[in-house]
């Protein structure tokens, strides 16, 4: 299993100061920038031109998680934007396989996304065709929430198929992740943590950061 990869959610982050809260994490793998269109979740956060300016100011790569309807039409623009990776939901692609594969034409990593109660298995003949496969340990719509035990056997499922495919897929979660969690959550299999309000609620967030780091690769070492 790869290195734990530790990308902070700016939708904890001070809005009015972006571009300032970006360089707080400049020692993240990633920024998680969550994209809510009020349809697919029910929040509405920040969309297409507001991610391109993330982007031309962000000291690390962005991390797209689309909560959006119409997937298919919309997540193609964002790997159009330079986005280093583009997740979509299960839930929200016609043609995932299709979408994927655009994604990746266009030079992003693709992710897709699947929330607490969607199972993983309908999905394990794709893995080939993504980079990450994000596992939501919440229901997706909102930071803050606690971390649902009962996403870790979908994990360790995940991770049993995508070590004995032999692909290089990282598993991503997303929801809920603090120094106790990430534990878990990496004993499971995941090897890509996003944290919001664990990393900006801390008064250093770059040291936040370094201790989830930390706490995820102990973990992984003892699984």
Request: proline residues 6%; aromatic residues 4%; glycine residues 8%.
């Amino acid at each position: 299993m790869s290195q734990c990869c530790i990308n902070p959610s700016i939708l904890s982050a001070d809005f009015v100061n972006l571009e300032a809260e970006l360089q707080r994490i400049s020692n993240a793998d990633a920024v998680h920038v969550d994209v809510m269109d009020n349809h697919f979740v029910p929040n509405l956060t920040l969309g297409l031109p507001v991610v391109e300016r993330i982007q031309a100011v962000s000291p690390v790569p962005l991390d797209a998680h689309l909560m959006i309807s119409d997937a298919d039409r919309w997540a193609p623009a964002y790997a159009d934007a330079g986005v280093a990776s583009v997740t979509f939901h299960a839930e929200a692609a016609m043609a995932p396989v299709k979408l994927a594969r655009e994604l990746r034409a266009r030079g992003a990593k693709a992710g897709m996304a699947l929330r607490p109660a969607t199972p993983v298995e309908p999905y394990l003949d794709m893995l080939t065709e993504l980079d990450m496969l994000l596992i939501m340990t919440v229901e997706p719509g909102f930071g803050g929430q606690s971390f649902l035990d009962i996403t870790l056997p979908k994990i360790r499922r995940a991770r049993a198929a995508i070590d004995g495919s032999g692909i290089g897929v990282a598993i991503q979660v997303d929801g809920g992740i603090t120094e106790e969690t990430i534990v878990r959550a990496a004993e499971a299999g995941a090897n890509v943590f996003v944290a919001g309000s664990a990393v900006y609620g801390h008064q250093d967030p770059a040291k936040a950061i370094d201790r989830l780091r930390a706490a995820g690769q102990a973990a992984a070492a003892n699984a």
